[in-house]
C-alpha cells in the first residue's frame, strides 16, 4: 500500500503542476500512469478480500485488513478523480485563459496536501491528524463554493465564455472529490484506531 500512496500523491502533484502550466500533454502522460496504479490498487483491495474471506489471523489483523480494503476503495476515487482532472485539463488547455484560473491551483494545493497527510495517516495510523483532515475538508468545500460562484458571476458576465468555463468548474468539483475521499481515509483511520481502543 506504501508505494500506492506515494504514486498516488505523485499523481496529484503532477496534475497540480499540469493545472498551473497549462500542459495539457503532461496531463495525457499522468492519464496511463494512474491505470498501471488502479491495477495495483484493484490487486491490493483482491488480497484483502482473500485474507477477509478466509478468516485466518486476529481479530484485530481482521479489522486492519478490512480497513485497509475501504482505505484501498477510497484511493480508488481519488485516481479516478486525478484522472478526470487531467481530462479536464487538456480541455483548459484549448481554451481561452478565464481569471477564475489563479484559483483553482489554491484547492489543488489543500486537496493535495490532504491527500499527502491522510496518506501517512493510512500508514501509521493517528487520530489527531485524522481529525485534523476531517476538518480540512470544510476549507475545501468553501473554495468550491466561492469558486462556483465566480464562475457564475464570469458566465453571468461574459455569456460567450460559458463553454469555456465548464472544464474549470468540473476541476474544481473532482478537486473537492479528492478532499472528500481523503477526509474519508481519515475517517476510516479513525474509526478503526477507535475500535482498537475498545
Known amino acids: 500500500m506504501d508505494s500506492v500512496g506515494d504514486d498516488l500523491g505523485q499523481s496529484m502533484k503532477q496534475v497540480l503542476q499540469a493545472l498551473e502550466h497549462r500542459n ?5 502522460r499522468i492519464l496511463g500512469r494512474l491505470d498501471d496504479l488502479r491495477r495495483r490498487e484493484d490487486g491490493l483491495k483482491e488480497m484483502c478480500l482473500q485474507i477477509l474471506g478466509g478468516k485466518n489471523g486476529s481479530t484485530p489483523e481482521l479489522r486492519w485488513t478490512g480497513c485497509a480494503h475501504k482505505i484501498l476503495s477510497l484511493v480508488s476515487g481519488i485516481s479516478t478523480e486525478i484522472a478526470e482532472i487531467a481530462r479536464q485539463i487538456s480541455k483548459i488547455n484549448d ?3 478565464l481569471p477564475i484560473a489563479k484559483d483553482l491551483p489554491v484547492m489543488a494545493r489543500l486537496a493535495s496536501r490532504m491527500l499527502e497527510r491522510s496518506i501517512r495517516i493510512a500508514l501509521h495510523p493517528d487520530a489527531v491528524g485524522a481529525r485534523r483532515i476531517m476538518e480540512e475538508d470544510s476549507s475545501l ?3 468550491k463554493d466561492d ?5 457564475i458571476s464570469l458566465v453571468n458576465d461574459r455569456p460567450e465564455n460559458s463553454q469555456s ?7 474544481s468539483r473532482h478537486l473537492e472529490r479528492v478532499g472528500d475521499h481523503a477526509s474519508h481515509i481519515a475517517e476510516e483511520v479513525a474509526y478503526y484506531l477507535q475500535e482498537q481502543a475498545a
Open 95 to 97: 481554451g481561452p485563459d
Open 141 to 143: 468545500d468553501r473554495h
Open 147 to 151: 469558486f462556483a460562484k465566480k464562475a
Open 24 to 28: 495539457g500533454m503532461s496531463a495525457e
Open 165 to 171: 468555463v465548464v472544464p474549470y468548474v468540473l476541476v
